[in-house]
């Protein structure tokens, strides 16, 4: 399905290029700054060079529909859904501060659902930041529901090396299908493929010989575990070989012994975000940890 001429005078919304990068970049850090300034919140992008670096790789994967919006001829905002498996994931979606307000929000949200449904994706996914309840409001108005509050955490480190935790590689992905189908009821292979594609730094835990958690740090990673000793000694090992930026994970609070638990290992919540979905949904089994996008 081509890009949709969006209803606003003057704007259109086009697949993302790489030239498109350097402002979407910008405009996604500044976004984002001037909600978290406003609240009070540390950024999970601190500068524009590490925002453009990440939409920069979103755009280049052909496993993301990368979409822009135009106002003018000029840059104002960018919006993304992951295609890697069953489920596809929206965000970031962020809008130039001095244009918001004005549906180009709406216009890029629509889109990308529009997209999704034209591929026969049934699920789709995100993570709102609780705080944002202009967000909150447009995604609830468009159909999506509020499904789990979540904990986005900064991780503690294990006091010493557990030869249990150990990088996932290649032929380690059936037994990742596995568990991400028992827990997810759908298959975040290709998302841990591509983890391990671009160095993201995926963890398993293997026990009496056999996987039983794996772990993708960071904001767009994700995880599942048989159970919470599992998950622990995930979170443990990559706090304790990553820098504390990249340590970090999403814990749904309505696992409240788990997050009890990680509480007293150490970790600490930075904020709250809300798992919202659209299409059918049925909530993951065992220990699970989302990403951002779901």
Same mark, same amino acid.
Request: overall charge negative; some cysteine; proline content about 6%.
């Given at each position: 399905?081509?890009?949709?001429?969006?209803? @606003?005078?003057?704007?259109?919304?086009?697949?993302?290029?790489?030239?498109?990068?350097?402002? +979407?970049?910008?405009? =996604?850090?500044?976004?984002?700054?001037? &909600?978290?300034?406003?609240?009070?919140?540390?950024?999970? #992008?601190?500068?524009?060079?590490?925002?453009?670096?990440?939409?920069?790789?979103?755009?280049?994967?052909?496993?993301?529909?990368? *979409?822009?919006? *135009?106002?003018?001829?000029?840059?104002?905002?960018?919006?993304?859904?992951? #295609?890697?498996?069953?489920?596809?994931?929206?965000?970031?979606?962020?809008?130039?501060?001095?244009?918001?307000?004005?549906?180009?929000?709406?216009?890029?949200?629509?889109?990308?659902?529009?997209?999704?449904?034209?591929? /026969?994706?049934? =699920?789709?996914?995100?993570?709102?930041?609780? +705080?944002?309840?202009?967000?909150?409001? &447009?995604?609830?108005?468009?159909?999506?529901?509020?499904?789990?509050?979540?904990?986005?955490?900064?991780?503690?480190?294990?006091?010493?090396?557990?030869?249990?935790?150990?990088?996932?590689?290649?032929?380690?992905?059936? @037994?990742?299908?596995?568990?991400?189908?028992?827990?997810?009821?759908?298959?975040?292979?290709?998302?841990?493929?591509?983890?391990?594609?671009?160095?993201?730094?995926?963890?398993?835990?293997?026990?009496?010989?056999?996987?039983?958690?794996?772990?993708?740090?960071?904001?767009?990673?994700? /995880?599942?575990?048989?159970?919470?000793?599992?998950? =622990?000694?995930?979170?443990?090992?990559?706090?304790?070989?990553?820098?504390?930026?990249?340590?970090?994970?999403? =814990?749904?609070?309505?696992?409240?012994?788990?997050?009890?638990?990680?509480?007293?290992?150490?970790?600490?919540?930075?904020?709250?975000?809300?798992?919202?979905? #659209?299409?059918?949904?049925?909530?993951?089994?065992?220990?699970?940890?989302?990403?951002?996008?779901?």
């Amino acid at each position: 399905m081509p890009p949709s001429q969006a209803s @606003a005078a003057g704007l259109e919304l086009v697949r993302a290029e790489s030239k498109h990068v350097g402002e +979407m970049g910008r405009i =996604c850090y500044e976004a984002f700054k001037d &909600l978290h300034d406003r609240h009070r919140f540390p950024l999970d #992008l601190p500068s524009a060079a590490l925002a453009r670096q990440v939409l920069g790789v979103m755009v280049d994967r052909n496993d993301f529909y990368s *979409l822009v919006a *135009l106002l003018d001829g000029q840059v104002v905002g960018s919006n993304f859904l992951s #295609l890697s498996d069953p489920v596809a994931g929206i965000g970031p979606v962020t809008v130039e501060p001095f244009h918001q307000g004005k549906n180009i929000g709406l216009a890029l949200m629509q889109d990308v659902v529009d997209y999704g449904r034209h591929r /026969g994706i049934e =699920c789709i996914r995100l993570l709102q930041e609780t +705080m944002n309840v202009g967000s909150l409001s &447009l995604y609830a108005s468009m159909g999506f529901d509020s499904r789990e509050e979540v904990a986005y955490m900064q991780a503690a480190a294990a006091s010493a090396e557990d030869p249990s935790v150990r990088p996932v590689t290649e032929q380690d992905l059936p @037994a990742v299908e596995q568990l991400s189908a028992n827990s997810y009821q759908a298959s975040r292979r290709n998302e841990v493929a591509a983890a391990i594609r671009y160095d993201f730094s995926p963890l398993l835990r293997e026990r009496d010989g056999r996987v039983t958690g794996y772990l993708v740090p960071g904001l767009f990673g994700h /995880g599942v575990a048989e159970n919470e000793d599992d998950a =622990c000694a995930l979170l443990g090992e990559m706090a304790r070989r990553l820098p504390p930026f990249a340590a970090r994970f999403f =814990c749904p609070v309505r696992q409240a012994d788990f997050f009890r638990r990680v509480l007293k290992m150490g970790c600490r919540t930075i904020k709250v975000w809300t798992l919202m979905t #659209l299409g059918p949904y049925e909530p993951p089994r065992e220990v699970w940890m989302p990403s951002v996008l779901y």
